[in-house]
């Protein structure tokens, strides 16, 4: 895949799982701090270690964050679980979150081309490391259309 990233300007992401998702979140997180093809400052939001946690205080506190972006950045969540599915219903029911739950590369690029996302939940027990690093490279590299989404997206 080809790593070079698409997006211009500062990106801000903040990271949070819950205990199935913290080996992956570790992993991600290290690498995204090494990756100097861009400007991305990372913010762990735990939990810090893999002792049992509930995944929608994780997910509150990604949102909180993710809605108040720093001017100038473009500002993400990723949110990782055991499926992914519980962390992505959990954003969402935050007004001005898009979380998308993606599997592979194609599902990250077009919930950011065409949904605007900014919160890319992943399932830890359902994708190995090194496809979620691509994943989330997709999904940051990608962006919003606009166009004959923007319509949509002012429906939800």
């Given at each position: ?38 400007d ?91 496809l979620?690093?691509?994943i ?21």
């Amino acid at each position: 895949m080809n790593q070079t990233l698409k997006a211009n300007g500062k990106i801000k992401i903040f990271v949070a799982s819950d205990h199935a998702g913290f080996e992956l979140k570790s992993e991600l997180v290290a690498r995204l701090k090494s990756f100097g093809e861009l400007d991305i400052k990372t913010h762990d939001l735990g939990p810090m270690n893999a002792d049992r946690v509930d995944y929608p205080d994780y997910a509150k506190k990604t949102v909180e964050a993710v809605l108040h972006p720093e001017v100038g950045s473009r500002t993400f969540g990723l949110l990782i679980c055991g499926s992914g599915q519980g962390m992505a219903m959990s954003a969402n029911r935050h007004k001005g979150i898009r979380a998308a739950l993606a599997w592979n590369e194609e599902s990250a690029k077009l919930s950011r081309a065409h949904n605007d996302a900014n919160v890319l939940c992943l399932g830890a027990r359902l994708i190995p490391a090194e496809l979620a690093w691509r994943i989330l490279l997709s999904f940051l590299k990608e962006d919003f259309e606009g166009g004959r989404h923007v319509g949509r997206l002012e429906k939800f």
